[in-house]
């Protein structure tokens, strides 16, 4: 297990993802609509997306991840009421993370807010899932069949993953590793508007 850096692009917001490894975290590449629109949302498709539309996430808890520099440039937005926290940086919109709310012990940290250079597949693992692979786009003069491998992929989300995320967050609000949690004040409130 390591340390790995949290940065934005311009270098603003900074922290920390504290014990990293294949094992303490999930690297899934995400083709869901949500994802797609939040990229564009923030202006950032061109480098938060790859070729098909998928966004790279390491998941991991919130008791993992400090924000050391920043941490009021962070914002967030949902894209429907009951939609899920994205996190941003407000200084240069580079994605930060997606939390269901500060109650779950799970976040999603945005390939982009990652800094650890060639070492990626090393130290995240390979990509376990692609998921909600109906929602890929098909780049002109591409094949849907170039998508970046994973261990398993699915055109929905698998059950066999819904039932190994859940059975993980049970686990880990039982050892409350929802806290800290740099994104929600200790009310459960979000640290910005």
């Known amino acids: 297990m ?43 498709e061109g480098d938060v997306l790859n070729a098909h539309g998928g966004t790279d996430i390491f998941q991991i808890t919130p008791s993992q991840v400090e924000i050391t520099e920043g941490q009021d440039q962070l914002r967030y937005l949902k894209l429907s009421e009951k939609g899920i926290y994205r996190w941003y940086t407000d200084c240069c919109k580079t994605p930060a993370g997606n939390m269901v709310g500060p109650k779950l012990p799970f976040v999603g940290i945005a390939h982009n807010f990652i800094s650890c250079g060639n070492d990626r597949d090393k130290i995240l693992g390979p990509v376990r899932y692609s998921v909600m692979e109906q929602g890929a786009v098909k ?46 004040k200790p009310d459960g409130t979000p640290i910005s508007e």
């Open 2 to 44: 390591t340390d790995i850096a949290l940065e934005c692009s311009c270098g603003k917001v900074k922290g920390v993802a504290h014990k990293i490894s294949p094992t303490t975290g999930r690297r899934v590449i995400c083709y869901c609509k949500d994802c797609q629109n939040f990229a564009r949302e923030i202006g950032r």
């Open 139 to 184: 780049p002109e003069g591409t094949e849907i069949k170039t998508m970046p491998p994973a261990e398993k992929s699915a055109e929905k989300f698998p059950i066999g993953l819904m039932i190994k995320i859940f059975t993980r967050l049970f686990i880990d609000k039982v050892r409350g590793k929802n806290r800290p949690n740099a994104f929600f």
